[in-house]
């Protein structure tokens, strides 16, 4: 076992020279070397001294709980560099696939966490018992500069008899007796509530009514008791559960699941790395209660940490895969009748199964179609999750901007409980595809894929008439003459004719002509009001 | 009853501290005999410093040397030939001068320092020679060391003395660093960790900034240095001999980088004369389509580095005059003493015209230098 106080050196993933937020190979300062924090040199010693970007104190952080605390990562979010031959090997009867990837890699065990910290965001953790689910999110805690002690004593244990007094804070007695009105009733609440970093150990196993409590301070970040509010602050959740398929004592209430913005799953031990495991037994070492003081992040840089990662660009041509992706996934042709009533969601609120009226249309490729795998689509609050953490992925790998790999290594865990696929669609009785039933992650991951194959092959980065035409409303209409107003309706309608013949309603279609309809609208109104005003 | 020494008298008097100390080295991997063993040792070095230190200083001295064999022992790197252990042993314990001022950041500078330098990342050094340099530059004493007020405290002081002499030792990557450390640097502090001779005429005694700045701009220019030990080699085109600069690279199997010959393909405009770009093919690749590797040299007149240009392939730096002056870039049967050049790129410097030659029948690359 190596030195638990040693944090990786900087930079731990060297960008190449020819970015221009490389830093010069070849020219090392002060900083470089002199890695030994010393308190005599100043309360500024150490990382903060050495004006380490907090994306490299992330990496920093990410490569200790790395290579100090969790033992046998799986780096399973994987990562090519551009260029690079990628060696992989087949094993076995089936033919698994092993890619040794060429670029830094991680473990979405530990990253993911990691991320949600830097977002402060809510990530549920699942897998058995003992895997390191409670004690990477207790890791969190202290890298936000809490005690182990304090985190510890903070974590919320589910149990079937928690009720939202245990886990929020109880009235004085006192004023219980004396208070003539509810506002005179102090609340003492409870200390995690203004933690930074927030633990639920076994939230399926609260009761329904305290999940319902659970659900407003984990969505709207405040707690009402006795007409008292304490306002809790922006914060990262870590929520654990045993079993994610319905398990627990209760079931867990939809909205709190659907609050949820990130999955990951708790992987097994690799029993090769038992020795470490016995050595770190007869040291006494509580990998926790060592965490270096050089990846601790104070309440000032996390809120820099969070607002460097809202400030990276999500560019237009990873935007436009995402919403071609997300396009897909809603529409279902004969689930309505006016145009705008043909989605996944029109059947089930009607409580018609959404397969069912799939099955029906027998027009469509069922195999090629993305949308045909799932039964519903992706709410906006999927979306927001989706783009916080492709930033947050970006900034991470230290990229100036969110790239599709980013977005890709991301989204399985943001969508894992968000997309809920269609079994019994064709796609799955694929021999092949057999193992996507269970494997969701790699599920979400080959659907993606396939709504980027078919987004090339449309060569829709190539051409974007709708895009062309949604930033001419964007640009705004004041002064537009009458002639130009004709002339973009005229536009709008040919390109939505030309569309009747030989284009099959696919997602990307339903929704480009939705926004069609919509600019023309927003042309048609101003059309009429220029009339009326004589302009 | 036996008198502790003052090493002891320290530890005893901080019994519970070093001993939290030393079990958390032990808790983190270090092995008992050896983290025992080298606490013997760094007391018997320090004692000295008891009579040269003032109660504090030596206090803090003992608590920093502790605190770094415990950081040493636990990562495994107190080893008996090993940079680190020779600092602490060695170095430390003559460095009175800084030790009053600054303990703690002294230690840490030192042992810092001596990892770089004795084959830290990056290019190794003379270890040797910067511990002199190191020496030296602490015994210039207090008067080195401004006190209040303007100009670099004791900390910047200390860790820009190491620095320097890491880069006047060999470590080429840290030359922008230390030059600009040596400018901020008291003089007599900056002349003994670069050993420039103070006063007494020569070439070490001229002004330090217009040192600096010539060096800055002709990275093989010194006070003093001469080359002459060095061979010539004859250059077609060239009226008078060449100076042999030095020879880098080398086959990997006898300690070099490369597999197979560099070609030296330029220079890079933005470092002249001191950063040059090769081509070596790639490990694995062989035939005329095999990949190659982009490399880097960085030399100048203190040490050098070969390393792999990293992220090779996006970005090509400018480079400057890529062949000979009387040469075509071809195998070059017609130079005079090398005869097998494969590429080369030249560029001026205030003492003359240096060039980088690459050859068909050798691993290594020659710089060479002449008169314009």
């Known amino acids: 076992m190596t030195d638990l106080e040693h944090v990786s050196s900087a930079p731990t993933r060297p960008q190449p020279s020819g970015r221009a937020e490389a830093r010069d190979p070849f020219a090392l300062g002060v900083d470089d070397l002199f890695g030994t924090p010393v308190a005599e040199a100043g309360p500024d010693d150490g990382a903060a001294r050495a004006g380490l970007p907090l994306d490299e104190k992330l990496r920093q952080a990410y490569f200790w709980v790395v290579n100090h605390a969790i033992i046998s990562p799986h780096y399973d979010v994987e990562f090519a560099a551009p260029g690079a031959r990628e060696t992989s090997v087949r094993l076995g009867d089936s033919k698994a696939l092993l890619s040794l990837p060429s670029d830094q890699s991680y473990s979405s065990f530990v990253l993911l966490p990691l991320l949600t910290f830097a977002v402060r965001g809510r990530c549920l953790m699942i897998g058995g018992p003992g895997r390191g689910k409670t004690a990477s999110a207790v890791l969190m805690g202290v890298l936000a500069g809490y005690p182990v002690r304090d985190v510890r004593r903070a974590m919320q244990h589910g149990h079937p008899q928690l009720t939202v007094s245990d886990l929020f804070g109880t009235p004085l007695p006192k004023d219980l007796v004396q208070a003539d009105s509810l506002a005179d009733v102090d609340v003492a609440w409870r200390s995690w509530l203004g933690m930074r970093v927030k633990i639920v150990d076994e939230y399926n196993r609260i009761p329904t009514r305290t999940q319902s409590a659970l659900l407003t301070v984990l969505a709207d970040g405040y707690v009402e008791v006795y007409d008292q509010v304490y306002e809790t602050g922006d914060a990262a959740w870590y929520l654990t559960a045993n079993d994610d398929a319905g398990g627990g004592t209760y079931q867990v209430v939809d909205a709190l699941r659907d609050r949820i913005d990130v999955v990951v799953h708790a992987m097994p031990f690799n029993n090769r790395f038992l020795g470490d495991l016995v050595a770190r037994a007869e040291r006494r070492v509580r990998p926790e209660e060592n965490v270096p003081p050089e990846i601790v992040f104070d309440a000032a840089e996390h809120d820099a940490l969070h607002a460097a990662i809202l400030a990276v660009p999500f560019p237009d041509p990873v935007r436009r895969r995402l919403e071609f992706f997300a396009s897909q996934l809603e529409v279902l042709e004969r689930a309505g009748w006016q145009f705008e009533y043909r989605t996944k969601d029109t059947a089930r609120v009607a409580g018609v199964d959404p397969h069912l009226v799939a099955t029906a249309d027998t027009g469509r490729d069922r195999l090629g179609d993305v949308g045909a795998q799932t039964l519903n689509g992706l709410s906006v609050r999927a979306l927001q999750s989706l783009v916080a953490y492709a930033k947050a992925m970006a900034y991470f790998r230290g990229n100036a901007e969110v790239e599709l790999a980013d977005l890709r290594a991301v989204l399985p865990f943001v969508l894992h409980d968000k997309l809920l696929p269609d079994l019994r669609s064709a796609p799955f009785d694929d021999r092949d595809r057999e193992p996507l039933r269970s494997d969701r992650v790699s599920w979400i991951r080959d659907l993606f894929d396939t709504a980027c194959r078919q987004y090339d092959a449309a060569g829709l980065d190539d051409r974007d008439d709708v895009g062309e035409i949604l930033a001419q409303v964007a640009a705004g209409l004041e002064g537009l003459p009458e002639a130009d107003v004709l002339r973009r309706l005229a536009r709008i309608e040919k390109l939505l004719a030309s569309w009747q013949d030989h284009t099959k309603l696919h997602g990307h279609v339903y929704e480009d002509a939705l926004a069609l309809k919509y600019a023309h609208q927003r042309y048609t109104n101003y059309l009429t009001w220029l009339r009326w005003s004589g302009t | ?372």
């Open chain 2, 1 to 372: 009853m036996t008198v502790p020494s003052p090493f002891a008298a320290r530890a005893l008097a901080e019994r519970a501290r070093y001993d939290a100390v030393l079990a958390r080295a032990l808790a983190h991997g270090a092995d008992r005999d050896v983290l025992a063993d080298a606490v013997r040792e760094v007391a018997a070095a320090t004692d000295p410093l008891a009579t040269q230190l003032e109660a504090d200083a030596f206090a803090a001295t003992c608590d920093a040397l502790v605190a770094a064999v415990a950081r040493l022992a636990a990562a495994r790197r107190w080893r008996a030939e090993g940079p680190e252990r020779r600092a602490v042993l060695d170095v430390v314990p003559r460095l009175a001068p800084w030790l009053a001022l600054a303990p703690a950041v002294t230690v840490a500078a030192v042992v810092d320092g001596a990892r770089a330098v004795g084959g830290g990342p990056g290019s190794r050094g003379d270890v040797t020679a910067w511990a002199a340099r190191v020496v030296d530059a602490a015994a210039v004493g207090a008067a080195g060391v401004p006190g209040a007020g303007p100009g670099p405290s004791p900390v910047d002081v200390v860790r820009g003395a190491v620095l320097v002499a890491a880069w006047r030792s060999g470590l080429v990557r840290y030359r922008d660093a230390a030059l600009a450390a040596a400018r901020s640097l008291p003089e007599p502090v900056a002349r003994a960790a670069l050993s420039l001779a103070p006063g007494g005429g020569g070439a070490g005694a001229a002004d330090l900034g217009a040192v600096l700045e010539r060096h800055a701009a002709d990275p093989w220019w010194w006070p003093g240095r001469v080359y002459g030990d060095l061979p010539t080699v004859r250059l077609r085109g060239v009226a008078e001999p060449a100076r042999v600069l030095g020879r880098f690279g080398g086959f990997r199997g006898f300690g070099g980088p490369w597999l197979s010959p560099a070609l030296v393909v330029g220079a890079d405009a933005r470092h002249p004369a001191l950063r040059w770009t090769l081509l070596s093919p790639a490990a694995g690749g062989t035939g005329a389509d095999a990949a190659t590797d982009e490399w880097t040299l960085v030399a100048d007149a203190h040490g050098s580095l070969v390393a792999r240009r990293p992220g090779a392939g996006d970005e090509v730096p400018p480079t400057v005059g890529a062949e000979l002056p009387g040469g075509d870039g071809g195998p070059a049967a017609a130079r005079d003493d090398v005869t097998d050049v494969s590429g080369s790129a030249v560029v001026d410097t205030p003492s003359g015209r240096v060039a980088l030659l690459s050859r068909t029948g050798s691993y290594d690359v020659l710089l060479v230098r002449w008169a314009r």
